[in-house]
């Protein structure tokens, strides 16, 4: 009897190799669909962060977060009226300024000089600008942690960019507190001194000003020895930043 013939047996192919480069295969489209999707959330938040900044262009605010807490602590409603800079006296734009921000035309949000007297001081003086406080108020909320400084840092400069010196000041003018309770120049001139913004004298628009660090501790109707004092000092800084052109920005 013949032998049977024994049929040779290829060896299978092992399906490994192949599983191990389906396996980086779909690794890789995962990290390409995660790094697709994080630009792309990326660019919708950066859009709606100009969006959200450019909106305060032509719209006024109607009430600041600051604000809605202030109604919520007191149990009532704020003194709180829209004003535009056209109704408000030039020297009250130059008294806040003065005392807040001297060098507010000259910087683009953070104003590098008064910073490093503030490190040098050891934080014994503030540096934050106007554009920063217009920021903080309309954008963000009150206290120190460094996720609200963090975002302050970021949305200052856009402001700058977006919106115009005098737009930045006429927010800030309608927004700042007077008083407990009392927001922005059009209430605290009739709450202090029973006139409109725009018949402001010199002496009650920088005593407006004089109490814009502490409103809550200082009054304008019934100054203080250093509230009279830091008055004449901002009447000074008021006539000096006109005559040498730091008020060129937001105004004539």
Request: aromatic share 10%; charged share 25%.
């Amino acid at each position: 009897m013949a032998r049977a013939v024994k049929k040779k047996t290829t060896p299978k192919k092992t399906s490994k190799p192949k599983a191990k480069r389906s396996l980086a295969a779909r690794i890789t489209a995962a990290r390409q669909f995660v790094r697709r999707w994080a630009w792309r959330g990326t660019l919708i938040v950066l859009a709606i962060v100009l969006l959200w900044v450019s909106y305060f262009v032509w719209f006024n605010p109607h009430k600041t977060p600051y604000m809605r807490t202030e109604q919520l602590r007191i149990g009532g409603d704020v003194d709180y009226e829209w004003v535009d800079m056209a109704q408000i006296a030039p020297v009250m734009a130059r008294s806040v300024v003065a005392a807040e921000d001297a060098n507010y035309c000259e910087h683009w949000g953070f104003d590098m000089s008064a910073i490093r007297a503030a490190v040098d001081s050891g934080g014994a003086r503030g540096a934050s600008t106007i554009s920063q406080q217009v920021v903080k108020n309309v954008f963000l909320w009150h206290g120190r942690s460094y996720v609200r400084k963090a975002l302050e840092a970021g949305l200052t400069p856009l402001v700058e960019l977006i919106w115009s010196k005098e737009r930045i000041l006429e927010v800030y003018l309608n927004i700042a507190e007077f008083d407990d309770g009392v927001f922005g120049v059009e209430a605290a001139s009739r709450h202090y001194f029973g006139v409109g913004p725009e018949e402001l004298s010199a002496t009650q628009s920088a005593r407006l000003a004089a109490i814009l660090p502490s409103p809550k501790k200082r009054s304008a109707s019934r100054p203080s020895n250093y509230v009279r004092k830091r008055t004449r000092q901002i009447i000074d800084g008021a006539a000096t930043i006109r005559r040498d052109g730091r008020a060129s920005c937001f105004q004539d």
